[in-house]
């Protein structure tokens, strides 16, 4: 059985359509995770893979501007991620340029994730889930490098 969500294009048009202060409004954390990965196509950004088993999968959607720091739940703030990805993804391990290519901290020697170093992550086709660019400047000016400073992991 396939449970792969699929959400046309006029779905899209009518969320954007909406207006600004409502649209957050529209979405939490199960509506989250459901759009980003549909955006991504079940597909970890970086890596491109998925580990799937009937309604299981290693991804998650990630938030760029974290919501403790006051990002939200829009599509558009999230990448789907694996993961140990994703972990790495908010302890500040690598973050992301305005190309949407990975940047890995160079205090980080650990030699998978630098072998993403550089790496374009796919973006989605429909514009709707494309990642903010605001928010990733957010992530690398505010939560890239974190792991220096919150002691042992």
């Not at 893979?49 to 739940?73: D, Q």
């Not at 340029?97 to 630098?114: A, C, F, I, W």
């Not at 429909?126 to 490098?145: A, K, L, M, Q, T």
Request: proline letters at 5%; a neutral charge.
């Amino acid at each position: 059985q396939d449970s792969t969500v699929v959400i046309d294009n006029s779905v899209t048009q009518r969320i954007i359509s909406a207006q600004p202060d409502s649209l957050a409004s529209l979405f939490n954390a199960a509506t989250f995770r459901d759009f980003v990965m549909v955006g991504y196509d079940n597909l970890c950004a970086i890596t491109g893979t998925v580990i799937r088993y009937e309604s299981y999968m290693n991804l998650e959607a990630a938030h760029i501007r974290p919501k403790s720091h006051g990002g939200t739940f829009l599509p558009n703030n999230g990448i789907a991620l694996c993961r140990d990805l994703h972990w790495a993804f908010d302890k500040g391990f690598f973050t992301l340029n305005d190309n949407y290519e990975v940047q890995v901290h160079p205090k980080v020697t650990s030699e998978y994730l630098r072998s993403f170093d550089g790496k374009k992550i796919r973006i989605p086709s429909n514009p709707f889930f494309v990642p903010d660019i605001e928010s990733i400047r957010y992530h690398r000016n505010s939560v890239y490098g974190l792991f220096l400073t919150t002691g042992r992991l």
